[in-house]
């Protein structure tokens, strides 16, 4: 659902603009440039904490995945995975419970720290690459769960690159300090979305 012209839409009395991570690539304009097909699913509050629930939706999103495949509209070689923090935890534990699936994982201020086996299993998405976006003042998800999991996944012999916005450049993109702010600095997306960069370096990869 989207605000008409000159409106403001909210999702699950969220304001719409927070949810750009899931939809921005698939607006007109950057179909343009690359065409893709962009699921984004969602999970109940009461069951976003179990690791069961979260790998039940993996698995549908596989499935959605194959008919596709089938039907000739995916490239079995280019499925990527991104979200921001339980979105970015997820995108990650997608990677690692089918990593024979997924080509890329772009994860911002992903929220491992929350996943019972995440932090553990990096070593299974080792040859996946990883881009791991965070600022440096993210008051719910702290930049030092990004750091450790770089440096977790670096030795596993992972391909892994970690951007941490300054304070400056996060206000710079409209971002207000303080976690009960609606853009808070936990929202990287105001400041990694505007940034084509991103968006070059996950759909370069192919799967190997």
Not at 68 to 78: E, F, K, Q, S, V
Not at 159 to 187: C, I, K, N, P
Request: charged residues 20%; negative net charge; proline residues 5%.
């Amino acid at each position: 659902r989207k605000a008409a012209p000159g409106q403001r839409g909210f999702l699950f009395g969220i304001p719409w603009e927070i949810y750009r991570t899931a939809v921005d690539w698939a607006e007109p304009e950057h179909q343009a440039v690359r065409p893709c097909t962009v699921i984004a699913p969602t999970i109940d509050d009461t069951l976003y904490f179990s690791d069961n629930a979260r790998s039940k939706i993996f698995n549908q999103v596989l499935e959605w995945i194959d008919e596709m495949i089938a039907a000739g509209t995916a490239d079995p070689d280019r499925i990527y995975c991104m979200g921001n923090s339980f979105g970015g935890m997820s995108s990650i534990e997608m990677a690692e419970q089918h990593p024979d699936r997924i080509a890329a994982v772009l994860a911002l201020c992903p929220a491992l720290n929350y996943s019972r086996t995440g932090l553990a299993a990096l070593s299974q998405m080792a040859g996946i690459p990883l881009y791991i976006v965070q600022a440096e003042n993210d008051e719910t998800i702290p930049v030092s769960v990004g750091k450790q999991i770089a440096e977790l996944f670096e030795k596993a012999g992972g391909d892994v690159t970690l951007r941490v916005f300054t304070d400056e450049e996060m206000e710079a993109v409209g971002a207000v300090h303080g976690q009960e702010q609606t853009y808070s600095f936990h929202h990287v997306e105001l400041a990694l979305l505007e940034n084509e960069d991103y968006a070059e370096w996950l759909f370069s990869h192919v799967r190997k």
